[in-house]
């Protein structure tokens, strides 16, 4: 993690530092501001969330599989967003031993509300 004046810089090296498959750690949160939170995911084997409470990002860092979207199977691969709102079932599959995924959370508990 890199600091600046006004700003932060995260990468996946420096997080990947902090997850540990001794200890069986797959998350590293990198940055903490308000409603913002950010981290670094490295499943192990199989993706066992539940929905959270607030409105999801992933950006994937490397690695590719399948994607469970509530009812969809979607894939996915090194580069793609993905967009889970509060509440939304969602996990990784079939996604090997090489994932490697950015979660950003934001906004207010129970999600961003949409008009």
């Not at 501001?33 to 959270?52: A, N, S, T």
């Not at 599959?93 to 961003?112: K, M, N, Q, R």
């Amino acid at each position: 993690m890199t600091q600046a004046k006004d700003g932060i810089r995260l990468t996946p090296g420096d997080m990947r530092k902090h997850i540990s498959a001794v200890d069986k750690e797959n998350y590293h949160i990198g940055l903490l501001r308000g409603e913002l939170h950010v981290g670094l995911y490295i499943p192990q084997g199989r993706d066992l969330q539940k929905p959270h409470t607030r409105d999801e990002c992933y950006v994937v860092v490397r690695g590719s599989g399948k994607f469970q979207l509530g009812d969809e199977i979607v894939p996915f691969e090194a580069g793609d967003f993905l967009f889970v709102p509060a509440g939304m079932e969602h996990r990784f599959l079939d996604f090997g031993d090489s994932l490697e995924t950015w979660v950003i959370f934001y906004g207010p508990e129970g999600g961003a509300r949409v008009e």
